[in-house]
């Protein structure tokens, strides 16, 4: 497939365009990813995630099951092996809800 050059030319302005925002970002997602290592409670098991911003809380260390949700999480064993015990938390949302999830929750559950 073959692009003009003014094609290139946009393509170019639109990544350009985007560079501050992804740094932006990646930033966020970093301070977020740190905060809940920070913040969750030691019975819970976090590794910090590397590229993503999603989180794996292990939650088979407390029992988790029998535990009143505050936050909505995903099973981890529906994303396949290795998910047993674990949750899937996505923390790719806005500040505010972050800490409003970790100031509000001490436990969390599917």
Do not use: K
Not at 20 to 46: C, H, K, M, N, S
Request: glycine residues 10%; contains cysteine; proline residues 5%.
């Amino acid at each position: 497939m073959r692009f003009s050059a003014g094609a290139l030319l946009e393509v170019e302005a639109t990544v350009s365009a985007w560079r501050p925002w992804l740094a932006l970002t990646v930033q966020e997602f970093d301070a977020y990813r740190r905060l809940l290592a920070e913040r969750l409670p030691e019975t819970i098991g976090y590794r910090l995630p590397e590229a993503t911003c999603l989180a794996w809380p292990d939650l088979g260390r407390q029992g988790a099951a029998e535990q009143e949700a505050r936050v909505l999480v995903s099973d981890g064993e529906l994303f396949g092996q290795g998910g047993e015990n674990h949750v899937r938390l996505d923390f790719g949302i806005s500040a505010p809800t972050v800490a409003e999830i970790l100031d509000g929750n001490s436990r969390l559950t599917c």
